[in-house]
């Protein structure tokens, strides 16, 4: 029956994403970055695509504003990102929902593994543009100052990425360390790093269109703490509002 295979499909899902938790947390502990190719697969990974050339074409995109900074034109010199968020519960976003689902079934598998972190809270997912004619975003830190991310996980989109001829490469610098990771942001290819100091990193300057999907995923006790930061400087609700619940495809589901 159609209930059968649904509950096979999801048990399979399920045992994969297991697998995957534990090849994630081992790259995750021994060098602070993951790569997993081939996540959800050509078709999925389409689907994905097309809901965010949708989103793009709606017009919600705008400029990626610096978290301190005045938005002025000098921006896109600086990070050259057009930007939305989106929970996935909007119209016409089943595979970006499907997608998220999916990064947090990962996550949250791994969550058990990583002693040091109590994972159970995420931001909304970023999609990201950057729309081409060399935009870049410069060398930086997604978590600086402890505001409770502690994993940053990008989904990338873009088919038949050649860096040498589009750029838009994603250069990571480990600190303590004299390596570079240089990731392509290759199509259905998925990347973890810990979103602190330890992993600054830089887009280089894009010639066309490159997309991606981002989700920053919580530590607990940080956030706990940089939320009772924040009530001292600014309204706490709206740093309560960014935080997600992760929506993890149940076994049982
Ligand atoms: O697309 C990539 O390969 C990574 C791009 C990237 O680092 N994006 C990014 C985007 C951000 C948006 C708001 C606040 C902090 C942010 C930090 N990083
Ligand atoms: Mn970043």
Redesign the pocket.
Known sequence: SVKKTKEQYLSILWARFQELACYVVECLTKYGICVIDKFLGEATGQEILKEVLQLKASGVMRQ?QL?HGPSSSSNKYI?G?M?TWVDGLEPRSENIHYLISCMDAVVVQCASKLKAYTINERTKA?V?C?PGHRTK?VR?V?NPNGDGRCI?C?Y?LNKNWDVKQHGGL?RIYPEGSDQVAN?E?KFDRL?FFWSDRRNP?E?EQAFVE?F?I?VWYYDAEERAEALKRFKAESDVTSLKKQAVPLNTLKKSE
Request: aromatic share 14%; no cysteine.
């Open positions: 990626g978290v990070r990102d930007i970023m990201a950057y975003y930086h997604d940053t990008i990338y994603l990731i942001p990347l990193h887009v490159r991606a981002t």
